[in-house]
Every structure is written in C-alpha cells, then in structure tokens.
C-alpha cells in the first residue's frame, strides 16, 4: 500500500480550500483518507500566517514511515523545515515547438530575400 501526503480540494466553486491529507495513492483525490494533517487556503496573502497550517508533528511521523509527498506538499514541507525539496529544471519546456520554428525560419528567410529600403 503506498501513502501519499497531498491536497484534497474543498470550498465552493472559484472559491478553492485544500486539506492536506495522508491519503493511498488509489484513493480519488476528494474520497477517502487516512488522515488530515493540515490546511491550505491559496485566497489569502502568501505572508499570512493563517494561509497553510499544518501539524508538524503528525507530518513528521508520516514522513518517517514512507508517505511520499506531492510536489505542492513538499513545498509546504520545505517551507516549515521537515524536508528538503529540490528545484526542478526543464529549460526545453520554454523552448518554441516545431511549427514556431518552422514559421520562423520561413520569415527570416523571406527577410533576407527582400532588398533592405
């Protein structure tokens, strides 16, 4: 059985609240859980105290028994001190795709044909 530390989404519609939960990883993502361990309401300011809440304690002893972590969660994690969560790098995801590419050749060759003016 693997035990996953995510969100669990809450509120009403445009109106988004998570519960951070320890939860299976076949369970659906608002369905059953094992246990909550915290809160996250992302409508309130990035410095508010009140904005992520969580009990540092149980998050330890799940931790320490195999939960993995979802990446938002690590985040959370990262921020109170209970793990270390390592910055991810894709510098060919902001790279333009193929028919960018191609239309871009396509005009700066219609550019060098034309005579500067």
């Not at 519609?13 to 309401?41: C, F, L, M, W």
């Amino acid at each position: 059985m693997s035990v996953k530390i995510r969100l669990s989404r809450g509120g009403t519609k445009k109106r988004p609240y998570y519960y951070i939960v320890v939860a299976d990883s076949t369970s659906p993502r608002d369905g059953r859980y094992i246990e909550q361990i915290g809160t996250h309401n992302p409508l309130l300011p990035k410095d508010s105290a009140e904005r992520v809440k969580l009990n540092v304690e149980r998050a330890k002893h799940w931790l320490s028994v195999g939960a993995q972590p979802t990446d938002r969660v690590m985040r959370f994690l990262d921020a109170a001190g209970l793990a270390k969560r390592t910055a991810s790098n894709n510098p060919n995801k902001a790279k333009p795709k193929k028919k960018r590419q191609e239309r871009e050749a396509a005009a700066a060759a219609a550019a060098a044909e034309k005579p500067a003016a």
